[in-house]
C-alpha cells in the first residue's frame, strides 16, 4: 500500500503552491492550468527558502508560448485548448 503525504498548501510568490510525495516530494501550483511563474528560478528559491522540502518543482508555461523559453528540462504535454 502507497501512501501519499500531502503539506498544506502554502503562497509563494502570491501562488498557491501544493507539496505531494513520500519518497520524492513533487511542488506544483495549484491552479496550474490557470496560473503561471514568470520566473522559474527565483521560484524555485523562494521554495527552498520556505523549507517545503520538495524534490521536484512543475509548472506550465503560458499556453501561447510554444517554444520552451526557461533552459530546464521539458517534456510536451497534451492540453485541449478551444478558442471561446
Given at each position: 500500500?502507497?501512501?501519499?503525504?500531502?503539506?498544506?498548501?502554502?503562497?509563494?510568490?502570491?501562488l498557491?503552491?501544493?507539496?505531494?510525495?513520500?519518497?520524492?516530494?513533487?511542488?506544483?501550483?495549484?491552479?496550474?492550468?490557470?496560473?503561471?511563474?514568470?520566473?522559474p528560478?527565483?521560484?524555485?528559491?523562494?521554495?527552498?527558502?520556505?523549507k517545503?522540502?520538495?524534490?521536484?518543482?512543475?509548472?506550465?508555461?503560458?499556453?501561447?508560448?510554444?517554444?520552451?523559453?526557461?533552459?530546464?528540462?521539458?517534456?510536451?504535454?497534451?492540453?485541449?485548448?478551444?478558442?471561446?
Amino acid at each position: 500500500m502507497r501512501v501519499h503525504l500531502e503539506k498544506p498548501q502554502m503562497m509563494i510568490d502570491g501562488l498557491q503552491v501544493s507539496v505531494k510525495g513520500s519518497l520524492k516530494k513533487l511542488a506544483r501550483l495549484r491552479d496550474e492550468y490557470y496560473e503561471y511563474v514568470a520566473q522559474p528560478q527565483e521560484f524555485v528559491t523562494q521554495l527552498r527558502a520556505a523549507k517545503t522540502g520538495a524534490d521536484l518543482f512543475t509548472f506550465l508555461q503560458e499556453i501561447a508560448e510554444r517554444v520552451p523559453r526557461f533552459g530546464v528540462h521539458c517534456e510536451a504535454g497534451q492540453i485541449l485548448v478551444i478558442p471561446v
